[in-house]
């Protein structure tokens, strides 16, 4: 893929923002921004249907994100993980330990690979848990959280 200039949009998402970007039908990443905004007017195909996805999915409709995304920037060792993370569906959960065998790694670093993850939703770490807790989460607890009963039909946006 070459080196272009990324198209961003920022939609409202819960309790803040999510900043999507794209080149050439790639999206480069998926964020969350404490930040509230307006929603703008899209010119991108890509963008459109992303953001169609995304809220399809606030709004506690079972979604299937199928986009073409830009992986340059991970390692091969956290492209295997997120590969792997893809086969865990709409409401469901896999443990770190569950998900670390899977690949041949520790739960620690199969952590520290999802913590680099720039496709929030897309890619869902939200969906891996600790044995004993809902485990960590980059933009907070409180969104893993919110994003697991979104998915449970317990809450909605």
Sequence with gaps: MESNAVMTVRVPFMQGTLEIGEVEGYITHVVYLDKITNRPSIESPTLKRVVHAIDRYASGKKTSFRFRLSLDNYTE????????????????????????EKVGTSARAVGQ????????????????????????????????????????GKGRT
């Design 113 to 152: 690979a999802l913590k680099r993850n720039r496709h929030l939703i897309m890619i869902p770490c939200h969906r891996v848990i600790s044995k004993h807790s809902l485990g960590g989460f980059s933009y907070g607890i409180w969104l893993k959280k919110a994003l697991l009963e979104l998915e449970h």
């Design 77 to 100: 060792f956290q492209r295997e993980v997120y590969c792997e993370l893809l086969k865990v569906g709409w409401g469901e959960t896999i443990m770190y330990s569950e998900l670390a």
